[in-house]
């Protein structure tokens, strides 16, 4: 039965499988990084999307596949397998996406999330009608879980690592090769035998493979304006957008000294306030450092403690500060950002991260590099580049400088 599959459908399958994953997860790597209202609202829209993206993978290889001419879906079954997708997918994302996950609980969401892909491939194919019953090879069911399972375990550890786009890509494709070589797997160690007529008004409401063909087309254009919508990038600060790069550090600058004169009681922007304040050239740091950073909200422009900052990440040409308990956009570089923090507190441990020394709660070995966790309501890692190794320990108070 296998090789009878219709090649083209069967490819479109594992397509939406990986395009569902890659959006899913884009929005569930976009959690921690938002207030509890949006938290939610991010978290319902990746379930949402895993689960259509599985859903809708199962029913196009359905339509791949060489089913008997009088196969008719019932309806309930159908949808009770959508709805079994939507809740595993939604408790497997909440365990992953608040706080760094422990092993255990990383194991126990792969163990929900294979679970739940299997439960509705059984319960979709319960939903088949017509003269003839269906016959499953014990060992394929078995093997079915084992792939939904351990390629979920992998995809979940790629996209825990890193939320950056390769390593998405790469999540999203084992999650789109977990969800599609269970099926396929599964329908390796499936028979159609030939049996009585099934009488289709005993089990309720059917639908002809048309309808279905109709509602997954649907289903598959919601995937892909999804997946494209979610490439769209954020948008940035104003100033920063407005400004040729390189000009975007002189925008920066500006802004730190209209902030930095309200902090020492020089409301006005007069020309005797403003001799008072340290001046510098491109690239050059502050003289002192600051007390806040700058950071966008809904609102406008906010300011956040430094004392509060446990790292800050470089994301193109502006910033994501951690607070310890969410992610927030500031306008400034990353380099502009480092010029005002006090190096006795902060330290560049990667070329895309510093981190607040007194916050660091753990250090850990990752092969030739490291990866320190911040404290805070979501503590959460960063990584440390072989060359600052040394220097941070060193910090820490681990070893002595020069050692």
């Known amino acids: 039965m296998f090789v009878e599959h ?49 859903w809708t993978m199962h029913f196009v290889a359905m339509l791949a596949a060489p089913l ?21 997918m939604g408790v497997s994302l909440f365990f992953v996406s608040l706080g760094e996950p422990s092993n255990s609980r990383v194991v126990a969401s792969a163990l929900l ?15 088949l009608a017509g003269s003839f019953h269906v016959e499953h090879q014990h060992a394929m069911m078995i093997a079915a879980a084992v792939i939904a399972v351990g390629t979920a375990y ?17 999540s999203a494709s084992a999650f789109g090769i977990a969800v599609s070589g269970m099926h396929y797997t599964a329908m390796y160690g499936m028979r159609f035998l030939p049996g009585p007529p099934l009488d289709h008004a005993a089990h309720g409401l059917a639908a002809s493979p048309e309808v279905l063909a109709l509602i997954v087309s649907l289903l598959c254009f919601l995937i892909i304006f999804g997946f494209l919508l979610f490439l769209v990038p954020e948008p940035r600060s104003r100033a920063l957008i407005s400004a040729p790069a390189h000009e975007a550090d002189t ?35 502050f003289i002192s ?55 006795a507190t902060f330290l560049r441990v990667h070329r895309s991260h510093i981190v607040s020394i007194p916050h660091v709660s753990l250090i850990r070995k990752e092969g030739d ?32 400088r020069g050692a």
């Open 6 to 54: 219709n090649p083209f459908l069967v490819a479109l399958s594992v397509v939406i499988a990986i395009l569902g994953g890659y959006t899913g997860l884009g929005l569930a790597a976009r959690v921690r990084g938002t207030g509890s209202a949006g938290r939610r609202l991010l978290l319902a829209g990746a379930a949402f999307f895993l689960a259509v993206g599985v």
């Open 68 to 88: 008997p001419l009088d196969t008719t879906y019932l309806v309930l079954p159908t949808i009770v397998s959508f709805l079994i997708c939507a809740l595993v």
């Open 113 to 127: 999330l294979g679970v739940g892909i299997v439960s509705m491939h059984y319960v979709g194919i319960h939903g």
């Open 154 to 170: 992998g995809g979940l550890r790629i996209f825990l690592a890193r939320h950056g786009g390769m390593r998405l890509a790469l």
């Open 251 to 285: 925008v920066a600058f500006e802004t730190a000294q209209m902030w930095r004169s309200d902090q020492n009681g020089f409301g006005s922007a007069d020309a005797q306030s403003q001799q008072h304040l340290p001046t510098r050239r491109l690239g050059q740091p």
């Open 289 to 343: 450092p600051a007390t806040r950073l700058p950071v966008e909200g809904a609102d406008g422009t906010n300011f956040v403690e430094v004392g509060r900052i446990r790292s800050i990440k470089a994301n193109a040409h502006y910033t994501l500060i951690h607070d310890g308990s969410r992610e927030r956009m500031c306008p400034w570089a990353i380099s502009q950002a480092e010029a005002q923090l006090d190096p």
């Open 369 to 400: 590099s490291a990866v320190v966790e911040l404290d805070g309501e979501a503590p959460h890692l960063v990584p440390v580049s072989r060359a600052r190794i040394a220097e941070l320990k060193a910090r820490l108070g681990l070893i002595r």
